[in-house]
């Protein structure tokens, strides 16, 4: 019912109970403000540290835009006690992909740049801003821990290693080996949820569509993604074109238009300029430059002038892969060709057992296994190579640990052989140690002073975080 009558002053009660006949008031009670009194009198206080917690939780809890990264106040001080740096380049990126990419992007960072690090402050960016509760962080096996322990120590982010199938429903920061996540008993848990972010580290091996890798990340419900690589390009411009379709499906279109209008050949892009601005909305790519604020590299090529055995031996070789390689015949494939040129040039000790099996199984060719046969009985004379004369040398100049990167395991055995004849520690890292292996291996070389030198495959140092090493031969 609805009344033009205006309450002027004061009525009785009388009056009231007469316009409205049908109001009962309620009346709530409560304490809080007596308690408060009370505690008040009393002196009992929170403690400064209290206080200053949750008057930062009130500051989050400000309606504040992207102009300003939340991350850069929260944990200066905790960078500070940990002597932790930041790089302009690093601050800029996660404004980028927070303020204009909306939390999807590729971090095409050269190596070295700290990729890892910029998808650290954009996820604890959106943490601290509420819109990421539940994120997975996909890695290769071997870079697990190192990713766990990143995340800990220099963002105060607390992950779970997943092994277990339920694992995924009960934690909400997850790190997993994608090996381990598409197993199907895992992907079962997976894809009843929903992961505010998603983050992939070497996400260059999510390249073709065709793998299982690929669908898998891709069936993943997701609202933020970053894939982290640097070698968002490798063989063709396909791969980038597939990466950038898991990112955001259809920013590039089908590929048939894609190709039309900026591939000239699966290698050679065209419109180039075009091709940058839309790559730019999607992708971030820093490269080293003297105005980054890192330590100078310092890079010398040394070379080498081997013995003549081994220069007899090498140009022999080269022949007969040459020669074989061109004939294509007795049943012998390229690829063992050029295994055997590429070992060669590592050492004699990596080729040597190539040529063995050579001379042993050329499909019962009589003139191949002669030659390969000859080729191992002159490889068996070199005792030692000139490049591992330079190798002792510089190690025994260096007063800082060295790290040694050779591409096989027969050169790795011989380096390390001839390190420890000369008096040097050292640890071997390769693909063949299990991660609490690759762990304690990384853990002895920085903490035990004792070892010198660590001798590392390509295969088993790809990720790994060694900058507290300043010396590095490739071997």
Request: glycine share 4%.
């Amino acid at each position: 019912m609805e009344s033009n009558l205006t309450l002027k002053n004061t009525i009785s009660p009388d009056q009231f109970n007469h316009f409205f006949p049908n109001f009962k008031p309620q009346f709530e009670e409560s304490n809080q403000f007596a308690d408060f009194l009370i505690n008040m009198r009393r002196k009992k206080w929170d403690n400064w540290d209290a206080f200053k917690l949750h008057y930062h939780a009130e500051e989050l809890a400000l309606n504040r835009g992207f102009e300003e990264l939340l991350v850069l106040s929260h944990l200066q001080e905790h960078w500070r006690q940990n002597n932790f740096l930041l790089y302009p380049h690093q601050v800029d990126t996660a404004q980028k992909v927070i303020s204009e990419l909306r939390g999807r992007a590729i971090l095409a960072d050269e190596v070295g740049l700290g990729k890892t690090i910029e998808a650290g402050m954009i996820l604890k960016e959106y943490i601290l801003r509420g819109l990421v509760k539940r994120f997975l962080i996909l890695v290769p096996a071997a870079l697990c821990r190192q990713w766990e322990a990143e995340l800990r120590e220099k963002f105060a982010i607390s992950t779970l290693i997943a092994y277990r199938e339920w694992d995924w429903s009960h934690c909400q920061g997850l790190i997993a080996s994608i090996d381990t996540a598409k197993k199907e008993c895992h992907w079962q848990e997976i894809q009843k949820l929903y992961f505010d972010m998603v983050i992939v580290d070497e996400a260059h091996k999510l390249k073709n569509t065709q793998t299982k890798n690929w669908q898998f990340v891709n069936n993943i419900q997701k609202k933020y993604f970053l894939l982290l690589t640097a070698t968002p390009l490798q063989n063709d411009l396909k791969e980038l074109f597939n990466l950038i379709t898991l990112l955001k499906p259809g920013q590039l279109g089908n590929y048939r238009n894609f190709k039309k209008k900026y591939a000239v050949d699966k290698r050679l892009p065209k419109n180039e300029p075009e091709l940058k601005r839309v790559l730019s909305e999607v992708m971030i790519r820093n490269r080293h430059g003297a105005n980054m604020g890192f330590t100078k590299r310092i890079v010398e090529n040394i070379p080498i002038e081997l013995t003549t055995l081994e220069r007899t031996l090498y140009d022999d070789i080269t022949a007969f892969v040459r020669e074989n390689f061109l004939k294509n015949k007795g049943g012998l494939g390229s690829l063992p060709l050029l295994t055997l040129q590429r070992e060669i040039c590592s050492s004699t000790f990596a080729a040597v057992l190539t040529l063995y099996k050579l001379a042993q199984n050329m499909d019962e060719n009589p003139e191949i296994q002669q030659q390969a046969g000859s080729l191992f009985k002159l490889a068996q004379q070199v005792k030692q190579n000139s490049k591992m004369v330079v190798v002792e040398e510089l190690v025994k100049k260096t007063p800082e640990k060295v790290i040694v990167f050779t591409e096989y395991l027969g050169t790795q055995s011989y380096i390390r052989s001839r390190l420890e004849q000369a008096g040097f520690l050292t640890l071997a890292f390769d693909g063949h140690l299990s991660t609490s292996k690759k762990e304690l291996t990384k853990f002895q070389f920085k903490q035990r002073p004792e070892y010198r030198v660590m001798v590392c495959t390509e295969s088993g140092g790809e990720g790994i975080n060694l900058q507290f090493c300043n010396t590095m031969i490739n071997y």
